[in-house]
């Protein structure tokens, strides 16, 4: 019943694999975002994407490329991982973001990804 | 940037009884303190939030205060269930960081029948 979703919820992967987590959203959130958790840690910020052009990119690795098709998707293309970027990888969704404007996230439930 | 320190890391309560977590942030100018709930394999849901113009704010059994002066929230759980028990993260926003949520490194609440 989560309004954001995220496919696939686990995927296991190996090194020199190429795959894609999807996220989708119809709340009418123009900003979306990537966050990776490690177990007993809080989510960590990846990605963010504001009127579906990338407004934060948190030193991420290349092997690491996100993509905004529309407003009401976003993508997160992995390639060449390492098992130390094995984790949670959770979507989430906001009304949006602006000089004094805070809104809550609304996050999906995540894939969990294990590099082999 | 900012800079979110939460405590405790874990925290066991005898059903009924109250839990409180605090959160103390560095950055003067967040204005947005949210509360999230992670249960286990699960994603973390917002369970209530707070803005910097006012001082506390209740929602049945939850509450969180807002102290500005001294740059810390709290989270009040009363009547606890062990369908409480969860990880509860912190978290703060304002202009200075884009608002975006800097979040505190958790708090493991388990609520013991």
């Known amino acids: 019943d989560t309004e954001v979703t995220q496919t696939p919820k686990h995927l296991v992967m190996g090194m020199t694999n190429k795959k894609s987590l999807k996220c989708e959203q119809h709340m009418g959130h123009r900003a979306m975002y990537w966050y990776k958790q490690k177990a007993k840690k809080p989510p960590e910020l990846m990605f963010v994407?504001?009127?579906?052009?990338?407004?934060i990119n948190e030193s991420v690795p290349s092997r690491f490329s996100p993509e905004c098709p529309n407003s009401s998707l976003l993508n997160l293309h992995l390639h060449a991982l390492q098992p130390e970027d094995s984790a949670l990888y959770l979507c989430a969704s906001s009304q949006g973001r602006g000089s004094s404007y805070n809104s809550p996230l609304h996050f999906g439930n995540g894939t969990r990804l294990t590099v082999t | 940037g900012e800079n979110v320190e939460q405590h405790p890391s874990t925290l066991s309560v005898q059903e009924g009884d109250s839990a409180v977590i605090k959160c103390t942030y560095s950055?003067?100018?967040?204005?947005?303190f949210p509360w999230y709930k992670q249960e286990l394999g699960k994603r973390p849901q917002l369970i209530i939030d707070i803005r910097s113009n006012v001082g506390e704010k209740k929602d049945q059994r939850i509450a969180v205060t807002l102290n500005k002066t001294a740059k810390h929230f709290s989270l009040h759980i009363t009547e606890t269930q062990p369908e409480d028990s969860a990880v509860y993260f912190c978290a703060a926003s304002g202009d200075n960081a884009g608002n975006m949520l800097t979040f505190g490194g958790g708090t493991r609440l388990m609520v013991k029948p």
């Open positions: 950055d003067s100018a967040s204005n947005y």
């Open positions: 994407y504001s009127y579906e052009k990338l407004s």
